[in-house]
């Protein structure tokens, strides 16, 4: 209405508003323009000259146009509503008290806070029980650490700290903040942002920690890839992550990792970053990298620990990916609360062996960053290689598989190399043998060697603690973490629950209906047994469990004997169908140099089995030789991969 | 009031009259006030704007500018700055006592200028335009800022006016204008933009400078501007948002996010938040922060001094 008149009594029709609207917008004081000073100066002939520049009155317009006043008053109204930005008023609510605006520097408040529906996705995944969520905020296990708050940290407090060591290469806190920062800016610049999941394929070095933290610094969500995978993965975790970027190598190692992922054309890759030669099609790193505005500058919003910020694949490489997302309630707060447990401080260098691209690698660069300590790189690993970088870079700290100190005993390296300045071993990523946990005891004698049970889905779950012992320590992953309770189900399945664990598997319901039990407890589908002292013992894995004909055994111990055999470097032993039993046990072996050696046989196995005292019920009946067994980043055998014989 | 206080119309003096006028909106905390001359203003504000429209008999439109901010509001988060100012009231006040004033020692008609919006015109058109009348009247001179009144001494400023059919001799507008100030010509000639353009979060003003220091050409994004400062706008909107959500969440979440439910407490409780001004081109003005007598520190420095 216009003085009590509506549009049709007006004459006004949705033609003229279209017709004249920006037109009367325009020349309304909604645009005003001023040349010279003719008011101050009542210059009356240049203030008629110009009347139309500064603004005209809605009878002025009309009568310029040839409408009513009263039509140019309802048109103008119109288009002053059509034009208006509601939302504009919340850029004051950032300036003041010495902060100005900076053209240059803005990003419009919708876009910096803008979500893709991928990323809103995901954060709905991250839905907890909330009596739950209120019990670890009230314990303080979750609180609001993000990587980009700790880094800020110790970077104003101990920034010329060492936060990255990789061989000669030490990054301080100061140097590594600068650098995330320009890193995230460049991200941001290509359109990357909070939420947007972005993938990395790299091995432990400088650029993995530094584009990690800048994802997390964008609160965005880094997914992993192993360096072992190649298109088929790619094409897999990329696509079920709908990752929006890859940062990776031109070549790893011969596998043209940028140019196979550009080849993909998947629709949500957007941008592939390669580290390495220019690959055509790929963002260069070191550009992104080297940009000169980082995101601080550009006020980009800060995570919080409510955001996810990792997406993790456990399995299913191929076939119905099991991606664990995380956010830092649940990721730091584990690491949070194990740097005191392990009793590590700021002065310490810890180092992982394992990838970066796996939960345990994480895990140990979460620790660093809680502390302010140190972070040593292996960028590849070797046994000599990993003993050559402890005593060059004084490790305190090694997060290792067993398998990865098992090669180092074996080569005999702990005598080869000075590793005094180690206090702490943490073992993790497969089952540890008793044995070579009172070996690596016997050769680091002022080092604790300590296990931890843990899984993507439950991080650190269950570990000792300095001070244990050898005795529980080679023979149990310990007791549940700070935030953490496990129990042992019906079945003698190790089932956990509390500030670490996960909130349920993105994207596959099917997996989220068989992890969880009905009151809330995930399933690890690890056998385990407690002592009285409350440590927990790993026995095996559920699925393992052979059923000879409704007899049910578990092969850990004989798996356990066969590694220990001279002619065997590794064993598995897995189910193999049988239309009679059922199942029968079907044992892999992968010789030692001796490889060739004529007595690995299945009789001779079995003798030697059958000598230790093993029933003649859990004797294999099948023996493959294999080269090399399938392992996990952390040298664990994929049991699933074994190419299981043909049988009658 | 006693009778020797009633003039006599017969020994009016106008320019006595004037003087007496003046002092008083002085003396209530006017920073400055003069008379603008009627005839400029009848040519210069548009038909339906113009003092006579408003009081037919009108010989004489008196302005009065009071102080803008304290020196310490420039410092605080733009957000409670919105607060400061924009329906400033003591202004009014001192018109509306001016009118009184005029009324009861001449006896003759006087009205306190209304300084609202135009029932007819709707709420981006004023009655008058307060700023053309301090500006003819010689206490204020239009800045780069959207043609925000600067004074040389005082800086920024709330106007106010009073209309009486008194005849008093008008003043001059200001020989000269203070705005560029000499270092935002020296920012401009650096980097093409004044303070107040390069800071303006909505980037509604533009314009250029001659080779004499001088304002050339001035450009404001009106519309722009009032999308940062006035909020009622947005009232309508979010209704119509809310009738257009395709669901009872959207409806809730148009109607009760948090900064639509401020707004509801800002209507229910007539806040000026709703209005609020955007002060972020003054607060970078060196006329506006810095003027000799820009602020309540200033000024009583200046008088101690005196």
Redesign the interface.
């Known amino acids: 209405m216009a003085?009590g008149l509506n549009r049709r009594q007006i004459g006004v029709t949705t033609a003229m508003i279209d017709s004249y609207g920006e037109l009367i917008?325009e020349m309304s004081?909604?645009?005003?323009?001023?040349?010279?000073?003719p008011?101050?100066?009542?210059d009356?002939d240049a203030?008629e000259a110009t009347r139309h520049e500064r603004?005209?009155?809605?009878?002025?317009i009309g009568e310029q146009i040839g409408l009513s006043e009263m039509q140019v008053?309802y048109i103008?109204?119109m288009m002053?509503?059509r034009?208006?930005?509601?939302?504009?008023?919340?850029?004051?609510?950032?300036?003041?008290?010495?902060k100005?605006?900076?053209?240059e520097r803005f990003t419009a408040h919708e876009e910096r806070f803008q979500y893709h529906d991928d990323a809103l996705a995901l954060r709905d995944a991250m839905s907890f029980d909330p009596a739950r969520a209120r019990h670890y905020s009230e314990q303080g296990w979750w609180n609001n650490d993000t990587l980009s708050g700790l880094l800020a940290r110790h970077a104003a407090d101990r920034g010329a700290a060492a936060a990255v060591i990789q061989g000669e290469t030490i990054i301080s806190y100061a140097d590594l903040l600068h650098r995330v920062d320009r890193l995230a800016g460049g991200l941001h610049g290509l359109g990357l942002g909070r939420g947007d999941v972005i993938a990395v394929q790299l091995p432990n070095v400088e650029e993995y920690v530094i584009s990690y933290l800048a994802i997390a610094r964008l609160g965005a969500v880094m997914t992993t890839l192993y360096m072992p995978h190649r298109e088929r993965e790619f094409e897999t975790l990329l696509g079920h992550s709908r990752a929006r970027a890859l940062i990776c190598l031109a070549d790893a190692g011969g596998f043209p990792a940028a140019q196979a992922a550009l080849n993909l054309k998947l629709p949500k890759l957007q941008r592939v970053i390669a580290i390495g030669e220019p690959v055509t099609g790929a963002v260069p790193f070191e550009d992104l990298a080297g940009t000169s505005t980082g995101a601080d500058s550009l006020d980009l919003p800060l995570p919080v620990a409510a955001d996810p910020m990792l997406l993790l694949y456990t399995s299913g490489t191929t076939a119905s990916p099991k991606a664990v997302p995380h956010n830092s309630h649940t990721m730091l707060g584990n690491g949070r609360l194990g740097v005191g447990a392990h009793q590590l401080g700021p002065d310490d260098v810890i180092m992982s062996a394992p990838p970066f691209g796996h939960l345990f690698g994480l895990y140990a660069l979460h620790m660093s960053l809680h502390n302010g300590a140190a972070n040593l790189l292996l960028p590849s690993f070797t046994p000599p290689d990993l003993a050559a970088a402890i005593e060059a870079g004084r490790a305190t700290a090694l997060l290792a598989a067993p398998a990865h100190l098992a090669a180092c005993l074996g080569l005999g390296l702990f005598d080869k190399h000075d590793c005094s300045a180690l206090k702490i071993v943490i073992l993790s990523g497969s089952a540890v043998p008793e044995e070579m946990a009172r070996a690596a005891s016997a050769k680091l004698p002022n080092c604790e060697i300590t296990q931890l049970w843990g899984m993507t889905e439950t991080q650190g779950g269950l570990y000792c603690r300095p001070g244990d012992g050898i005795e529980i320590s080679a023979t149990s992953a310990g007791r549940p973490a700070p935030g953490a309770e496990a129990r042992i189900g019906e079945d003698g399945e190790l089932q956990v629950r509390g500030s670490m664990l996960f909130p349920g598997y993105f994207d596959n319901p099917d997996a989220n209906a068989a992890a969880f039990t009905h009151d809330g407890w995930f399933r690890s589908g690890d056998l385990a047994a407690q002592d009285g002292n409350g440590n927990f013992a790993i026995t095996g894995r559920i699925k393992d469990i052979i059923n000879r004909g409704g007899v049910k055994y578990n092969p850990r111990e004989i798996e356990d004997l066969l590694d220990s055999h001279p002619a065997i470097a590794q064993s598995a032993i897995v189910p193999m169908p049988d239309k009679i039993l059922g199942e029968r046990a079907c044992c892999f072996a992968v010789p030692t140099d001796q490889g060739g050696d004529p007595e690995i046989s299945l009789d001779t196995l079995c003798a030697y089995l059958l000598g230790h005292g093993i029933a003649k019920t859990k004797l294999p009946e099948h023996l493959v030789l294999l080269d090399e067994m399938p392992l996990t980043p952390t040298r664990k055998i994929i049991k699933g991969r074994l190419p299981l014989p043909e049988t009658g | 009031m006693g009778d020797d206080d009633v003039a006599n119309a017969t020994e009016f003096d106008a320019r006595e009259a004037k003087k007496a006028i003046l002092d008083y909106c002085l003396g209530k905390g006017a920073l400055a006030a003069g008379v603008a001359d009627l005839d400029a203003l009848e040519r210069i504000a548009p038909p339906g704007h113009r003092p006579s429209d408003i009081m037919p008999k009108v010989k004489s439109v008196i302005s009065l500018g009071v102080g803008g901010q304290t020196q310490g509001a420039w410092a605080v988060p733009a957000k409670a700055m919105g607060y400061f100012g924009s329906t400033e009231t003591r202004a009014y006040t001192i018109s509306y006592g001016a009118a009184f004033f005029i009324e009861s020692k001449y006896q003759t008609p006087a009205i306190y200028c209304p300084p609202d919006m135009d029932n007819e015109k709707g709420p981006r058109v004023p009655l008058q335009s307060l700023k053309l009348h301090a500006e003819v009247a010689g206490i204020g001179a239009r800045s780069l800022a959207g043609d925000i009144l600067l004074h040389p001494e005082f800086g920024y400023m709330y106007f106010a006016s009073i209309f009486t059919e008194l005849d008093l001799p008008p003043d001059r507008p200001m020989a000269q204008n203070p705005c560029p100030a000499p270092s935002c010509v020296s920012m401009y000639r650096q980097i093409g933009r004044t303070p107040c353009q390069k800071f303006c979060p909505v980037q509604c003003l533009s314009g250029k400078i001659d080779e004499a220091g001088k304002q050339a050409e001035m450009h404001y994004d009106m519309a722009a501007c009032a999308e940062i400062s006035q909020q009622y706008e947005a009232v309508p909107a979010l209704l119509a948002e809310a009738m257009a959500a395709e669901d009872a969440q959207g409806r809730e979440e148009a109607l009760f996010d948090p900064d639509n439910k401020m707004l509801w407490y800002k209507m229910s409780v007539g806040s000026g938040g709703l209005l609020a001004q955007c002060f972020e081109c003054m607060r970078v003005c060196p006329i506006a922060t810095k003027a000799p007598l820009a602020d309540p520190i200033r000024r009583s420095k200046a008088k101690a001094e005196a």
């Open positions: 003085q917008f004081h909604n645009k005003q323009s001023r040349r010279g000073d008011i101050r100066e009542l009356f203030i603004g005209m009155s809605d009878g002025q008053m103008r109204a002053e509503r034009r208006f930005h509601t939302n504009h008023f919340q850029r004051l609510l950032e300036l003041g008290g010495g100005r605006f900076r053209e």
